[in-house]
């Protein structure tokens, strides 16, 4: 009896040893399995990367490029001199911008760098100061009065599909000619529910050069409250009245009044020239420069809308080029010193 237990334990022992190893090799197997599978992941991620690299380099992708982004004020027949422009003027310009491949981008896309716009295309953020009635004019069932700078350009969008109608609308106690509270909300939940971004161009439209940091503060955050009293929607950037900054920049960025604070994504000058991508070390969130939309005139000649499409259009490599994929910043390789560090990572030189 007992050799038989012994041999019983023997072949229990073998046993063991035989499914211990079948579950060695199994495990070897699933190991392999795991890397294979890990490999063909990375194997695929490098072959997108560098289909997507083609892609960039044959639309000439430059997302660190100059991004146009355009002052209006008044869209009226007979313009006096100065920032207004006539429905016709305006009307050419966007018709320009459509058929040199402009896609309108809002001011908060912009600034937060969510620019979603084909391959090949480029930028431009139009923005509307003072909250004027030219600039949106409603009639009776809620659609834009056809001079108006909302009727025209939704009008330029439906004849150039994928030119977006979307802009920026600098919002002051004028609120585009409405008295009452209710025709207020009318406009802006009009121009909310259809695409277009409110900013704030503080309440009053004073100049903040030279106010003390209670009055800033004060003004910028009366200007919110007109928007957020209406819409509940906080703007995203705030432009300055004449451009100018207060004492010091960053009040217009961050600050606080009467237990209501701000804290915005970028803050709009006047004029000058074209803005930096929002990828570059050159972006400055505290100074954004705009053009003045005009005519080569006076000091136009170089420096409103008009001659500074003209640059860009001789001068492409300077000009952003979106690459079409918007969770990517493209651009030649040898620009890669100019990306700045929270983009690094998302970044596709070729």
């Known amino acids: 009896m007992g050799r038989f237990r012994v041999a019983g334990l023997a072949v229990a022992s073998l046993s063991a040893v035989a499914l211990s190893a079948c579950g060695s090799q199994g495990g070897s197997a699933k190991q392999a399995d795991s890397h294979g599978t890990k490999q063909n992941k990375m194997a695929a991620e490098a072959s997108a990367r560098k289909a997507e690299m083609r892609e960039a380099a044959r639309v000439q992708a430059n997302e660190l490029g100059q991004v146009p982004v355009i002052m209006y004020h008044r869209i009226v027949k007979n313009p006096p001199p100065g920032d207004d422009r006539s429905p016709q003027d305006f009307r050419a310009e966007l018709e320009r911008l459509a058929a040199e491949d402009y896609v309108p981008v809002t001011a908060a ?6 620019m979603d716009i084909p391959a090949g295309k480029h930028p431009v953020v139009l923005t509307f100061d003072d909250s004027s009635p030219s600039q ?7 659609k834009p009065m ?3 700078a909302v009727g025209i350009l939704m009008d330029v969008a439906s004849k150039h599909p994928g030119f977006r109608p979307v802009a920026t609308f600098y919002v002051i106690k004028d609120m585009f000619g409405k008295a009452r509270q209710e025709e207020q909300l009318q406009v802006l939940q009009w121009l909310k529910d259809n ?3 409110l900013g704030n161009h503080t309440h009053d439209h004073i100049n903040l050069l030279g106010k003390s940091k209670e009055e800033v503060e004060g003004q910028i955050v009366a200007g919110q409250n007109l928007i957020t009293s209406l819409i509940k929607t906080p703007p995203v950037t705030l432009a300055l009245p004449y451009g100018n900054q207060p004492s010091k920049k960053e009040w217009a960025l961050h600050g606080s009044a009467k237990g209501v604070s701000y804290n915005y994504r970028g803050v709009f000058l006047a004029g000058y020239t074209p803005a930096p991508s929002p990828f570059t070390k050159d972006f400055d969130p ?3 420069p705009r053009i003045r939309s005009k005519e080569k005139v006076g000091d136009c000649k170089k420096f409103c809308s008009m001659a500074w499409l003209d640059w860009l259009k001789s001068n492409p490599a300077e000009r952003y080029t979106s690459d079409g994929n918007a969770a990517t ?5 040898f620009k890669a010193a100019f990306v700045a560090k929270p983009f690094v990572s998302r970044t596709l030189p070729y």
């Open 286 to 288: 505290i100074g954004i």
């Open 146 to 148: 056809p001079d108006s």
């Open 195 to 197: 695409g277009f971004d």
């Open 136 to 142: 949106v004019a409603l009639d009776g069932t809620g």
């Open 109 to 114: 896309e912009y600034v937060t760098g969510k």
């Open 329 to 333: 910043v493209a651009f030649p390789k």
